[in-house]
């Protein structure tokens, strides 16, 4: 494992541990202000006097250990200060305003800007591995990101914090444990990695791994402990044959041993399936050089002395990961016919790796500027741009767990410039994230030189290249998730901004035209558009058609707003009629519908109807079987109207629906081989059961018909199905039937 240094163990007192942080910092080659930093010591050392850690220890011993961490990292004076001080204004008495008459503005800054990242917190995943994003404002995120944009420092001062409460997080209960460390793991390890710290990446995630699954990591370090000696012996001796023969090829280089933190060894095992004795990187090295030039040369040397295992070479120099990291990573059948894993990069390559924007941080005194920093605070500052783009906090948390948090693909253009972009992306994605014209504009793409669809997902390696029109403009079905164009809330923001843009009674009248052919393939014709519109908000259905039209509002919101809308009758009680109660139905209609003023009655799904959550319905009461639900459209409910009021009573669907309901779909498209199996699949795939087809096909025009029985489980379910199915090929129209 490749862990931070810790510097020394806990001394008796808060002295003689920061003395060992500056005899540390005496050895070292990192300029430090001592008189400076005894100052912020003695400070934080006075401010915390008396309050001791779940450890039992004092708790300025916590803020020493983040110093010494900090100095690890080779940062400045005012970072260390920092360090020290970082927890005063939170937990103690002490106020801004005197920590800036006492150690001046720029110290004050880190604090407060290291104070302010526990937003962070509203982000934490629970424990079931998902992030939370309620209460979360998005004017706090954004400040969070403009103090790391201005001053790389302070996130990685709040990383040096991290890191040490993991190491003493065995004084907490197990259920804080496994929330701190799920954090740690969803949160601060994916940060580290994206600027590149890789020293506190891998120490962070290895603590979450022990803590999140000890049986697992406690298994691999077994594994690993049992075999060291001999693991050793055999990696001294390949060492020993690379440096010679790196010598005689007159190549300047240093080799040395590398070994492999657990957690990446487990999630190699888990992603490629492999035991531990099957993986090929337990056993490494890593060859250091002076010139990139050498990097090749080495590999050529490397590959003459053993055979190289085929799909097991990766050239991130010429392909740098997302966080430039840059290295060339091979394996090979060493001696004994053993494999292992050799790395080869220059010393500022190993340098950028093992502490990213830290290896390039520019003191006040001055210094030359490195494209690698540069690009990732270029990478922070465009996290910035996006408060014009996004229209809620939700919107912006989403887009910056997708650029920090989620895994990546490497793609490149015609031209062969790589596009970093989150797992998942499509085409279209890349066409906007190229530029908003071309992705506007797009109408096609190629992958590899193949045509491919919009909704095709990007894998790293592929060259795409867009087609696009002249004067295009997107369509509104790219911002429906259900059809899967888009997967990234980068490209989506920029269709919603693009719509935006467009004429307010263009937008209206777009926006009508949606909701109502959005009605009519769900076969939802009384539900009224003030309903709706209140739902969303709004005073007024125009308002409602409006964001519609932008985008703001989608397919798959409004089949959700109408399950919830529907059944809740406006229809008042007369007068004279006792106080209803609400009594929910067994057996059949248990759980899903409500009645008024009955209890423990029979109810069931009217077959001539088939009313589904979302519909408007009512019970009429039959002699033999209980109540049945029909539509309120239902022709035979027009003539029980008439015929026998006094058997209809007033039923509304519950929120919590549990139970499938048949419903029947009507396709419209030419005749073409496989569209019935395109279909199935389609229904498999969400979890539709298919009770029944049948199909027709007219011979004179092509065309064929198709009505399918589904299970389905509310209207939103059909709303997506539907969805998918109009984009399949040849595919004219599909809609419910009004039975």
């Not at 937003?119 to 939370?132: E, Q």
């Not at 719509?499 to 009224?528: C, M, T, W, Y």
């Not at 007068?575 to 003023?597: A, K």
Request: glycine share 6%; charged share 25%; aromatic share 8%.
């Amino acid at each position: 494992m490749v862990y931070v240094e810790a510097i020394t163990d806990v001394h008796d007192t808060p002295q003689e541990r920061f003395d060992a942080l500056l005899e540390k910092i005496k050895s070292s080659h990192v300029h430090v202000d001592l008189d400076a930093l005894y100052e912020a010591f003695k400070f934080a050392d006075e401010a915390h006097e008396g309050q001791v850690r779940a450890s039992g220890e004092p708790y300025v011993f916590h803020v020493i250990s983040v110093a010494e961490i900090l100095l690890t990292l080779n940062l400045d004076t005012p970072s260390l200060m920092t360090g020290l001080l970082h927890d005063v204004v939170e937990d103690t008495d002490v106020t801004l305003a005197q920590l800036e008459k006492k150690f001046g503005k720029e110290v004050t800054t880190l604090v407060d800007s290291v104070t302010k990242m526990k937003v962070f917190a509203t982000l934490k995943p629970n424990l079931n591995g998902t992030i939370k994003k309620e209460g979360l404002k998005a004017e706090n995120l954004r400040k969070l990101l403009l103090a790391m944009a201005e001053d790389v420092r302070v996130v990685m001062i709040k990383l040096a914090d991290r890191l040490h409460n993991m190491r003493t997080l065995d004084s907490l209960s197990p259920r804080k444990q496994k929330i701190i460390a799920n954090e740690t793991a969803e949160i601060y390890a994916p940060l580290a990695n994206r600027l590149g710290i890789w020293q506190l990446k891998w120490e962070l995630e290895d603590l979450a791994f022990r803590f999140l699954d000890e049986y697992n990591y406690k298994k691999i370090a077994r594994y690993l402990a049992e075999r060291k000696i001999d693991r050793d012996k055999y990696i001294d001796d390949v060492v020993g044959v690379i440096q010679d023969n790196l010598t005689e090829n007159h190549i300047e280089g240093e080799v040395t041993g590398r070994s492999k933190h657990i957690y990446s060894i487990w999630k190699k095992m888990q992603r490629k399936n492999l035991g531990f004795h099957q993986l090929y990187d337990l056993r490494a090295v890593r060859i250091h050089v002076d010139k990139l030039k050498d990097c090749y040369h080495a590999l050529g040397v490397v590959h003459t002395i053993w055979r190289h295992i085929p799909y097991e070479f990766d050239d991130y120099i010429a392909t740098p990961k997302e966080n430039n990291y840059q290295s060339i990573h091979t394996a090979i059948v060493g001696p004994q016919g053993k494999t292992l894993e050799i790395q080869i990069r220059t010393y500022d390559m190993h340098k950028h790796a093992e502490y990213g924007v830290a290896a390039h941080w520019r003191y006040k005194e001055g210094g030359k500027q490195n494209g690698h920093y540069e690009q990732k605070i270029a990478w922070l500052r465009q996290l910035l741009e996006w408060k014009d783009e996004e229209k809620d906090a939700g919107d912006f948390i989403d887009r910056f767990k997708s650029e920090v948090f989620q895994d990546r693909v490497y793609v490149m253009t015609p031209e062969g410039e790589i596009i970093d972009m989150p797992q998942g992306a499509t085409p279209l994605d890349f066409a906007f994230y190229v530029h908003t014209e071309v992705g506007a504009c797009c109408r096609g793409a190629k992958v590899n030189g193949k045509m491919v669809p919009l909704t095709y997902e990007l894998k790293s390696g592929e060259q795409v290249h867009i087609l696009t029109t002249k004067n295009g403009s997107p369509s509104r079905d790219w911002l429906n998730p259900q059809l899967g164009y888009l997967k990234t809330s980068r490209a989506r923001a920029k269709v919603r901004h693009w719509f935006k843009q467009q004429n307010h009674d263009q937008n209206l009248l777009a926006g009508r035209e949606v909701l109502e052919k959005e009605l009519h393939r769900l076969g939802i014709a009384n539900i009224s558009h003030d309903k709706l519109a209140k739902h969303f908000h709004f005073d007024e259905t125009a308002h409602l058609f409006t964001e519609i039209g932008r985008g703001e509002i989608t397919t798959g919101q409004i089949a959700s707003s109408i399950q919830e809308l529907g059944g809740h009758s406006d229809r008042k009680a007369p007068i004279d009629e006792p106080v209803q109660q609400t009594i929910e139905l067994l057996p059949q209609g248990s759980g899903d519908v409500t009645i008024y003023g009955v209890d423990n009655i029979l109810t069931q799904i009217a077959q001539c109807c088939k009313p589904v959550p979302g519909d408007d319905i009512i019970g009429f009461v039959t002699k033999t079987r209980g109540i049945t639900i029909h539509r309120s459209d239902c022709h035979n409910m027009q003539q029980a109207m008439e015929e026998n009021s006094d058997r209809l009573t007033e039923v509304e669907w519950n929120h919590e629906v549990n139970q499938c309901y048949t419903v029947t779909i009507e396709l419209i498209a030419m005749d073409r081989q496989g569209l019935l199996r395109d279909i199935t699949a389609i229904l498999a795939n969400i979890e539709i059961n298919v009770l029944g087809v049948n199909t027709s096909t007219n011979k004179s025009d092509y065309s064929a018909r198709m009505r399918l029985s589904l299970e389905i489980a509310g209207i939103a379910q059909l709303s997506r199905a539907l969805n998918r199915i109009s984009q399949l090929s040849n595919v004219i129209e599909v809609y419910r039937i009004r039975e």
